[in-house]
């Protein structure tokens, strides 16, 4: 009798075959690549939706603005990345072209729940058929609908949900940890960057500052995205730090 794990060493080698237990090993492999990116914080407020992620830059050499985690896809859509960049980047080229190719066909942006099944139906036949391997790279897909702020997930074999709040990348358990203790549907965009600077700072286990971390907002109000500049973001990394710092001094009194 062969030993379990010449039993089972086949089915991971392509992506058309199941193992006997149901899985596709590959679809789970890049989900374990999206496990170990960076991590991005999707929050959906009253009055928009705030995407923050963490760049984590790895050398002082590194030119910062060459890192790039939040893309805008149209106007009223933006997407927050983690896994792959590279992959990531070829999703995103993707997105802008079927919105600019609704825009010149109907005259009329795109719906922010179109694209996201447009995209996922996309990742979804790489599940499906042999010669390509499956996108290691999950989409945060923040936008607005019909008036409605609206934030959607894909992940690798092609699944799609809509959260109020959520996360991908390493420090997703720490964040929704945050997020299921401290969110509200009421919440505006100004409280929603602390609370989701809060989240990845628990998730980066205190390591980062303003070099490390980008913010792009999608206003209600003009239906537009807009990527913060670096001034924008450093005042509210210097009152989040401000604020631990008093809570710390606070416990111990």
Known sequence: MQPMNAQMGGYDRAITVFSPDGRLYQVEYAREAVKRGTTAVGVKCSDG??????????????EQSSIEKIFMIDEHIAVASSGLVG??????????????????????????ETLSKKLCDHMQTLTQYGGARPYGTALLIAGI?????RLFETDPSGTLLEYKATAIGTGRPAVMKVFEDDYDESMTIENAIPMGLKALHAATEGRFDVNNVEIGVVRLENQLFEKMAKEDVKIYVDEFE???????EEAEE
């Open 49 to 62: 939706i705030v995407l923050i992620v963490d760049k984590r830059i790895s050398s002082k050499l590194l």
């Open 87 to 112: 992959d990531a980047r070829a999703l995103v080229d993707r997105a802008r072209v079927e919105s600019q190719i609704n825009r010149v066909t109907y005259n009329e942006s795109i719906d922010i």
């Open 145 to 149: 609908s019909e008036d409605t702020p």
């Open 242 to 248: 401000a604020s631990i710092a008093s809570s710390e």
